[in-house]
């Protein structure tokens, strides 16, 4: 295991205050987190972390280690942004992250012909609903669902996220097709599991919001999933119109219920005031804008 990430990944666990939610910030699973943990502290011979099943705490030598460390991999950032922003010519490690659906469904295919143009490129893409601090990470980009962004941030506005509900023809022939929120109470429903505070997608019913029903048949974090248990037939799916629009195009799902579409949620691409000059930055941002802003 390289030092440096290891270094990373200590840092991460110390400010997210846990493996599992360090885990979302570097792009491994918890186990990794730990076993990188562990190696680190074979290397240094001493325990920096110390775990019970019920909490987490940093040693005294962890606490030391943890501000040289911070120092040390801040340097390192910046001798690479200092050579990379010299260098005319997009190169680099680019990191990326963005929430689950639309990175599946948007910001994948984007990275993938973006690479195909900028060979010396490469790319990180980590998907989470987690808000990643870009400053207090090594990523370069976010892509978020929301309007409020860091004072030390700027930010791109992209197209904005619109709801589409629907369901299968055959699901509807064989389950009356809903007219109000009140209706979808006596059908099958399949839910995100983000759904809850900041994702939150109330349907709109006259003045008021009506939330998106509990009870569900099937409920994931993956809106494929989702959508492949919608075109089969299941239930009834409310998720974005880019991820759907393949199935709706097929005939394969109808929209429902439009008079009742949650309003549209800005999307924007965020990344530090610090990086805006990196050539790789610069060209990722250009080439997004040009392909999705009109």
């Given at each position: 295991m390289s030092k440096l990430r290891q270094m990373e990944v200590f840092v991460a666990v110390v400010e997210a205050g846990s493996f599992a939610d360090a885990a979302s910030a570097v792009g491994m699973s918890a186990v990794m987190v730990g076993r990188h943990i562990q190696g680190l502290e074979k290397t240094l011979n001493t325990k920096l972390i110390q775990r019970t099943t019920r909490r987490q705490s940093i040693t005294a030598e962890g606490r030391l280690f943890y501000e040289e460390a911070k120092l040390a991999l801040e340097q390192v950032k910046y001798a690479f942004s200092r050579v990379e922003a010299s260098n005319p010519e997009p190169s680099g490690l680019l990191r990326i992250t963005a929430p689950m659906s639309l990175g599946v469904s948007l910001v994948g295919p984007l990275v993938a012909e973006f690479m195909q143009l900028y060979p010396q490129i490469q790319v990180e893409l980590i998907l989470s609903n987690e808000v990643v601090d870009l400053y207090e990470t090594s990523f370069d980009l976010a892509f978020r669902i929301s309007e409020l962004i860091g004072v030390n941030l700027l930010a791109k506005p992209l197209p904005p996220y619109r709801m589409v509900i629907c369901a299968s023809p055959g699901y509807l022939q064989k389950w009356q097709e809903p007219k109000s929120p009140e209706d979808l109470h006596r059908h099958r429903i399949l839910t995100h599991t983000s759904w809850n505070n900041r994702f939150a997608w109330p349907l709109r019913?006259?003045?008021?919001?009506?939330?998106?029903?509990?009870?569900?048949?099937?409920?994931?974090?993956?809106?494929?999933?989702?959508?492949?248990?919608?075109?089969?037939?299941?239930?009834?799916?409310?998720?974005?119109?880019?991820?759907?629009?393949?199935?709706?195009?097929?005939?394969?799902?109808?929209?429902?219920?439009?008079?009742?579409?949650?309003?549209?949620?800005?999307?924007?691409?965020?990344?530090?005031?610090?990086?805006?000059?990196?050539?790789?930055?610069?060209?990722?941002?250009?080439?997004?804008?040009?392909?999705?802003?009109?």
């Open positions: 019913n006259g003045a008021s919001e009506v939330p998106w029903p509990e009870g569900a048949v099937l409920k994931s974090n993956d809106g494929q999933v989702l959508l492949q248990a919608a075109v089969a037939g299941e239930g009834i799916l409310m998720q974005p119109d880019f991820l759907v629009a393949a199935a709706l195009g097929k005939g394969e799902l109808v929209r429902i219920m439009e008079d009742y579409v949650p309003p549209p949620k800005p999307v924007q691409m965020v990344y530090p005031r610090s990086r805006k000059s990196l050539p790789k930055l610069k060209a990722f941002v250009a080439f997004v804008v040009g392909r999705l802003v009109i």
